[in-house]
Every structure is written in C-alpha cells, then in structure tokens.
C-alpha cells in the first residue's frame, strides 16, 4: 500500500520585516498542521473563508493573531489540502511557526519550487503555465509581467496544444495503417499536406524566440562610433540623467558605462562605448577593445557620426559593428553640417530628434507590435521547438522520398520534443531542472 505524499511546509513571503507573512501548508496533513498551530479554527472549517485566529507555540502560549484559510482539495492551487497562515510579518515569529509545523510527523519543509510542481503533477497547470510562474516572480519590466501574466493565463500553452493534439492525431494515423493496414487503410491520405500545415504552426512559434528573449532579459543597445560624436551627452539624454562624463577633449570615454530603462513597457539596457580613433593613448585603447567587444553582444548597434563625418568614414564604422545591426545617426544636429545629413539627426545637448530615435530603436528592436504580446519563450522552449520544427522538416521531406514508416518516426520525434514543453513528455531529471529555478514556497 502506497504512503500519502509529505505535506510540505514553506514561508511564502520573503524572509524580511513587513506587513504580513504567510505560512503556507500542502499535503493531507495541511489541516490537522493548520488548526495545531491554530486550534481555535473549526475541525471542519469552510473552504476559502477567512478566520480570525491566535497562533500557538507548543505549551499553549500565544504568538501572534493573524487569518488562517483553508483551501479543500482538488479545488486549490495544488490540488491538494492547502491552508495559509497569515500573520504579521516578523521573520522571526515565521521562522517560529515554520519550526512548530515542522514537528508534525507528516510534514517537511518544501524544497523550490514544490508546490508549483505539485501544481503540474495534479494536472492543475501543464508545464508551460508552472513555468510562467517563474517567470512572473523574476520580471523586471512591464513587458515581462504582462507577457508572463499571459502564460499563466495560458496563452503559451493554449498556442502548444493548437500544434500538439493534431500532430498527436497524425501520428496516431500513421502508426494504425502501418500496424493495422486492413483496419486503417486510407487514414495517412494528406499526410504531407498535414505535415506541412503543422510544421508552419511550429516555424511561427519558434519566430517569436527572439523577441521572447528580449522581453525576458531585456535588450541590449550600444552606441558608438568615433570620438567627440556626441554620444556621451546622447546617452545622458537618452538615460535621463547625467550619467556620462561631457568634455570636448576626445576620448573622455574610456570605459563601457551601462544604465537601464524602460521604454514602453521593454527593458532596455544602454551602453555607451569609448570612441574608436586610430592611436589612442594605452588606458583609452583597453576602452576600445571593450568597445569592440560590445558591438558583438548587443541586439543593436547605434552609430553615431559628427558634422564632419565622410560617407565613406561612415561605411568604415559600419563595418566595425560585424554582424550586428546597425542604426545610422548623425549627432550634434544642432551644429551645421556641411556635406549634407542623410541620417537620423539627433542632439544630446538639445534633445531635437532624440523621441524619434527612441521609436527608431523599438521598432528595430522589437519588428511591430507589442511587447507585451508576445509569447514569453525560454531558451529550453525555444530548443524543443527548434528539434520540433527540424523533425516536421525532415518528415516533409521523407514524404516526397521516403516510406511510411520514416514519416511517422520523425512525426513521432517532433511530438516528443514538443511535449518537452507542454510537460507530456517531461523526463523526471528535466522536471527537476525546470522548478530547481522557483524560490522555495511557490
């Protein structure tokens, strides 16, 4: 006979002075745990209604008054027995209650992550809504937050199950004609049509890999180009502080300065890179080199080029920024220039073009649309969906040149890489990866 899993016991706040503090409870024992800590509730309490209790130590004594709720399985976040204390949020009175659950021989202390994962086991929530968990807990951004809160709503995985459960069906259809041809005749005709169909629902979603990324760690934007351009007052007025060091001796940038913003609701990490000239002085080329290093690791480039600049100078930054895109800007607009100014014209100092060039940057960033509307995809997602597309092509191709079988073996593969992400298919050491990222308590 099989023993009821542990109930787990964990803080659910941060362990800092506030307000409140909750102790959170899961498992068949949450409610014997819960009304041992607060015997005044009911034996039978009401599910999710608020009691007004006293906390107790061992000996009786009072600790604290707080609310204690009691959430009746299946109907609660892990689809077990959940009860929450709440009480006033002393580190030291929760480490105290935290001790008294821990008595209990049923009980043990939750490791990352668990109740979540608990959550998943249950069937409450697929793989891709626990994960957004996580991801809501980390955001930074705006765009974070309102992409995570629509992956714990399911847009991601409503977006997984479209391409899951047809891909399942044809997979299903070939394995029958191939090992029951009489029963299953005819059941592969359109298969390549369908294979088709489905490997373009999964190159769609895996297009949104990279803006996915730039909405879950923000995205990176260099400028440079040569010295005495102006960046350094650009990036202040782009920053929105004095941040950099404005002198008209050149080469005042000697080092990679970075500052953070948000610009419609995406995080946006600038940097302001030392101005490359041919013999600089030691200290100055270390900074350039750092420059260099930069333009290779950024999601753009923003070249900023003086009044004096020649288009053939121009081509020769361009050229620095490797395969990075670039953004063309001519600064210090506010001085003439003399040979014409086909370029985006911006000055720092007055602030003339610099709302334009913010927009110029989105939408180079991000392509159109709203950060917010994208489908927040991790890189283990974005690798699953890669072996899914890459298996869809293969089966694509097997259609026109190989045999039935080879079509359904790679149909097979893609189904398996693509439940890596809904959970179907999530191998024990897999799921121990995903949920050893989430704080202990969620």
């Known amino acids: ?52 209790a006293s906390f107790v130590e ?4 009072v600790l604290d008054e707080g609310l204690f709720l009691y959430f009746r399985a299946p109907h609660s976040f892990t689809g077990e027995d959940v009860v929450e204390l709440q009480a006033h949020g002393s580190p030291r009175l929760l480490r105290m209650l935290l001790a008294r659950a821990l008595e209990h021989p049923a009980v043990r202390p939750a490791g990352p992550g668990e109740f979540t994962r608990r959550a998943f086991l249950h069937g409450r929530i697929d793989l891709t809504r626990a994960e957004a968990v996580a991801d809501l807990v980390a955001a930074d951004s705006e765009a974070a937050v309102r992409a995570a809160a629509a992956g714990l709503a399911g847009a991601l995985s409503a977006r997984v199950r479209a391409l899951e459960e047809p891909l399942r069906l044809l997979h299903a259809d070939l394995e029958g004609v191939l090992n029951f041809p009489e029963e299953a005749e005819g059941a592969d005709e359109g298969a390549q049509a369908r294979v088709v169909e489905l490997r373009a629902a999964a190159d769609s979603l895996l297009a949104e890999v990279g803006r996915g990324r730039l909405v879950r760690r923000g995205a990176r934007v260099g400028l440079y180009g040569p010295v005495n351009a102006g960046k350094s007052t650009l990036f202040n007025r782009l920053v929105g502080e004095e941040r950099a060091l404005v002198d008209e001796e050149p080469g005042t940038t000697r080092d990679v300065l970075e500052a953070r913003v948000e610009w419609e609701g995406l995080g946006v990490t600038l940097l302001d890179t030392a101005g490359l000239r041919e013999a600089p002085g030691r200290v100055e080329a270390l900074g350039i080199a750092r420059t260099r290093e930069v333009l290779a690791t950024v999601d753009l480039a923003v070249l900023v080029l003086p009044p004096e600049s020649s288009e053939e100078e121009a081509r020769r930054w361009l050229l620095e920024a ?17 040979r014409g100014n086909p370029a985006l014209s911006v000055s720092g100092l007055t602030g003339e073009g610099v709302e334009r060039l913010r927009s110029e940057m989105l939408s180079r960033l991000w392509g159109g ?3 917010s509307a994208v489908a927040l995809v991790s890189e283990r997602h974005a690798d699953a969906l890669r072996r899914t597309a890459e298996a869809l092509s293969r089966a694509e191709s097997a259609c026109r040149f190989s045999t039935l ?29 995903i949920f050893q990222r989430f704080c202990i308590g969620k």
């Open 1 to 52: 006979m099989t023993s009821p899993p542990a109930t787990l016991a964990a803080l659910a706040t941060a362990p800092t002075a506030g307000a409140v503090g909750i102790l959170r409870l899961s498992g068949p024992a949450a409610l014997d745990v819960g009304r041992m800590l607060a015997p005044g509730v009911p034996a039978s309490p009401t599910p999710r209604h608020a009691y007004l």
């Open 58 to 61: 061992a000996s009786g004594a």
């Open 322 to 338: 490797g395969a990075t895109p670039v953004l063309r800007v001519a600064g210090k607009c506010d001085v003439r220039w003399g």
């Open 369 to 371: 649309g709203a950060p």
């Open 405 to 433: 079988e080879v079509i359904s073996g790679e149909v097979g593969l893609a189904l398996e890489s693509l439940g890596e992400v809904s959970g179907t298919s999530a191998s024990e050491a897999l799921l121990d990866a």
